[in-house]
């Protein structure tokens, strides 16, 4: 079974600041990855997914992700982080075929400060 | 934007008493999934639905649990028996066509069960 972990639970940054959220996962063949937030009282939203080729993924607001296969990674970054990114960042993935139940990471608590 | 709707957003119920949680897919969606979150854990797969079946089932998904898709449109959780662990927001999500081709999943906006 595969498994995700996220290294940090809670992050806080000054606006400005660049971020990485790191995330790691466990699975011996072909997976999809994908990184969901959710701001504050709002339901998961899509903020990039990686499935083949271009290994380095966009997304929307600015984030984007790199996909490095040999240390099974897909880490989430932005540039310059606003007081908007407070929210939860969850990674997940599911095997090759798409339309599996995802496997989700414990999040990682993102708190901008202005 | 097409969304996926849940109802009730919140649900108190008695220890033991049945619960069904409502979902609306996207309309044109042909695969549906249930999550669970218990608070302060990570969201956790319980079972997802294609052709009026379940395709695939997590070891939470026991004998408890049933879905259901009743007309064209609902996409049902069923808990027989709640239990206090039952406790926990759980979200509804679909995504679109299958053939070999990959959809992301679209989240609904979460039902908050409480059982007491």
């Known amino acids: 079974a595969q498994s995700v972990s996220q290294h940090n639970h809670h992050v806080i940054l000054s606006e400005a600041a660049s971020l990485e959220l790191g995330c790691n996962y466990s699975y011996g063949g072909t997976v999809n990855l994908f990184w969901y937030v959710q701001y504050p009282g709002q339901h998961l939203q899509l903020l990039l997914k990686?499935?083949?080729?271009?290994?380095l993924v966009k997304g929307i607001k600015g984030f984007e992700a790199e996909f490095i296969k040999s240390k099974f990674s897909f880490n989430l970054r932005k540039p310059s982080v606003q007081w908007s990114d407070t929210a939860e960042y969850f990674c997940?993935?599911?095997?090759?075929?798409?339309?599996?139940?995802?496997?989700f990471g414990k999040g990682t608590h993102l708190i901008i400060q202005p | 934007e097409p969304e996926v709707t849940q109802t009730p957003s919140h649900q108190v119920t008695q220890m033991g008493q049945e619960v069904i949680l409502r979902c609306v897919p996207i309309?044109?969606?042909?695969?549906f999934y249930w999550y669970r979150q218990i608070l302060g854990q990570k969201v956790e797969f319980l079972v997802s639905f294609y052709n009026n079946e379940i395709s695939e089932k997590s070891e939470i998904f026991d004998d408890q649990f049933s879905v259901e898709r009743p007309d064209g449109s609902n996409f049902t959780l069923k808990i027989r028996s709640t239990k206090l662990e039952d406790s926990a927001m759980y979200f509804c999500?679909?995504?679109?066509?299958?053939?070999?081709?990959?959809?992301?999943?679209?989240f609904g906006p979460g039902t908050r069960l409480t059982v007491t």
């Open positions: 997940a993935v599911n095997p090759g075929g798409g339309a599996d139940g995802l496997t």
């Open positions: 990686y499935f083949s080729g271009d290994p």
């Open positions: 309309s044109n969606h042909l695969y």
């Open positions: 999500a679909s995504t679109g066509q299958g053939g070999g081709k990959i959809y992301e999943q679209y």
